[in-house]
């Protein structure tokens, strides 16, 4: 039975005013407000100390677009949920999440604003890239949003998750784990606090939400560890005296000139908003595949043009992140959330970036505590891949994944070598391939991965169901994305990577040929067997 058919629309309740706030979206809010606060630390984080930005842009400019933008993004997507609510009658339809693109804020940091800030001296002219290269992001989803349901009918619903399971558990997970276990006193116990809640059935007293338990026990581990000179969490009340000087009000400027400034670099950034357009279009599909497998069927057009015009307004006040669906929609859903988490999660965004609170929480919070929310998501998200799709597809779910997990692996060692002042093509690859480390095919294995999971997993599954024909169309559409570096590549160009795309080639007539030799076996085990015994003449 699909996620659908278990929550079928009630004919009696169509059209009736869906509730608007329940019980659940404390756990939701807690659970998803925490994860947006992870990302906004990190962001802030990213501006203030990476990209050198001077304060009075940070919080004055920067934050309040930000703040701006996901407010409008969930505010939407809970009036999209309260439409599904309010036209099937149901009530457990959960608003989709959505917020600053976790992957594009590291690439618009590193690939964009920090080479162009640096080469220039001004952290000003690197913002003004990120606000192009959102610019055009914008765009692409708009555009894209008309063809990806099409993509989405022909796609294995295992490839859409599969490779969504690669992002969760390369990209979500271990990082979170690597923090727990890095301070295991907070980690592990705030942990334990939200797995026996959300995945153990727990109640805490008075219905306090499991996130919220988590972080206040997180805090008061930290606290109390430094207050015992074994400084735990890294707390200090410098830190938090520190931060109250941020304290102000500030509202959102237009910054029109600043978006037509960055356009001098136009070059530059071209090469990475396509690829990553792309990536925007495939992965907003998985997670409304993914909703749509929780119950919920949320229209991929609606969703994406929302993405577009949501980011394009932040970009135009002054925000070089790009606004996303967010994977997670079944975790929220099972922890209670349905509508309120959502726009509840917008006011609070509101509240932080206009405000300035982003620093003082960033002082009193010891972000470890809050890593174990995080870790849940990519643990149900993984898990998700294989509870919704028939068993038999397991391995192309695996297959889809890997590709992360190089691109992932890729990661740790390029950031490694950058510390230490050097890079793979300096130590040398055959030194690296001495020792185990394959450098090269994790570069190429890794580049595109989201793509490269959806290609890698649909045939898989395609071949398991001996649909030959299909399988070799995917093949096919590997080898031209292939060619023009949408997959196994670095950057779009022509012929980045021939030899894969020539391999896929290969693949591509090999799977069309084994379509006529199943055909071919198919019709000779139906004869009947006087037919089949015949000699030949």
């Known amino acids: 039975m699909s996620a659908t058919e278990m929550t079928p629309i009630s004919p009696s309740r169509i059209g009736m005013r869906p509730t608007l706030w329940t019980r659940g979206d404390w756990n939701a809010l807690f659970g998803f407000g925490t994860n947006i606060l992870v990302n906004m630390l990190v962001l802030t984080g990213l501006l203030q ?22 407010f409008l993004s969930t505010s939407y997507y809970a009036w999209l949920g309260y439409q599904l609510a ?12 959505s917020g600053i693109s976790v992957p594009h804020m590291f690439v618009v940091t590193f690939v964009i604003m920090l080479p162009i800030g640096a080469a220039t001296g001004d952290p000003i002219k690197g913002w003004e890239a990120g606000l192009v290269w959102v610019f ?19 796609t294995p619903r295992a490839a859409l998750l599969g490779t969504l399971a690669g992002v969760s558990i390369a990209f979500i997970s271990m990082r979170p784990a690597f923090e727990i276990f890095t301070t295991p006193v907070i980690g592990l116990t705030c942990f334990a606090i ?4 959300w995945f153990g059935g727990v109640k805490y007293p008075k219905g306090i939400p499991a996130g919220l338990v988590a972080i206040a026990v997180g805090m008061i581990i930290a606290w109390g560890s430094t207050a015992l000179g074994l400084n735990y969490g890294g707390m200090s009340v410098d830190k938090v005296g520190a931060a109250l000087s941020s304290f102000g009000f500030s509202v959102p400027l237009p910054a029109f000139d600043h978006v037509f400034s960055g356009f001098q670099y136009l070059g530059i950034i071209l090469v990475t908003a396509i690829p990553f357009g792309i990536y925007d279009l495939v992965e907003a599909m998985d997670n409304v595949e993914s909703a749509e497998a929780a119950g919920d069927h949320y229209p991929t057009t609606r969703v994406l043009t929302a993405d577009g015009v949501v980011s394009l307004i932040g970009c135009l006040m002054g925000n070089p992140f790009i606004n996303a669906v967010y994977i997670g929609h079944p975790g929220w859903k099972s922890m209670g959330g349905r509508i309120g988490y959502s726009a509840a999660t917008g006011l609070m965004v509101i509240i932080l970036s206009w405000f300035g609170i982003i620093a003082l929480l960033l002082a009193l919070i010891p972000v470890v505590a809050i890593s174990p929310i995080l870790l849940y998501i990519g643990m ?31 990661l740790l060692i390029d950031n490694s070598l950058g510390v230490a002042g050097t890079s793979a093509a300096a130590l040398g690859l055959d030194k690296l391939g001495s020792v185990g480390v394959l450098y090269h095919g994790l570069e190429v294995m890794g580049g595109g991965a989201i793509l490269v999971g959806l290609v890698l997993g649909a045939i898989g599954v395609f071949v398991v169901e ?13 080898a031209v994305l292939t060619f023009f570096g949408f997959m196994h590549g670095e950057a779009v160009g022509i012929g980045v990577t021939p030899g894969v795309a020539l391999a896929y080639l290969i693949v591509a007539g090999f799977l069309f040929a084994c379509s006529k030799l199943a055909v071919t076996e198919t019709e000779t085990a139906s004869l009947p067997t006087s037919v089949q015994a015949a000699p030949a003449e």
């Open 49 to 70: 100390f990476v990209l050198k930005m001077p304060p009075e842009i940070v919080f004055g400019r920067i934050l309040p677009a930000v703040g701006l933008m996901m």
């Open 86 to 97: 309010k036209k099937t009658g149901r009530d457990d339809v959960c608003a989709l999440p």
């Open 136 to 154: 055009f992001q914008s765009f692409i989803l708009m555009i894209g949003g008309f063809i990806a349901p099409y993509i989405r009918r022909i």
């Open 194 to 197: 939200i797995l026996v809640s």
């Open 380 to 410: 149900l998200i993984g898990a998700q891949a294989f509870q919704t799709t028939p068993a038999k597809h397991a391995p192309a779910v695996v297959l889809a994944l890997t590709p992360h997990l190089a691109a992932w692996a890729k």
């Open 466 to 478: 001996r649909k030959f024909v299909p399988a070799a169309a995917f093949a096919l559409a590997g």
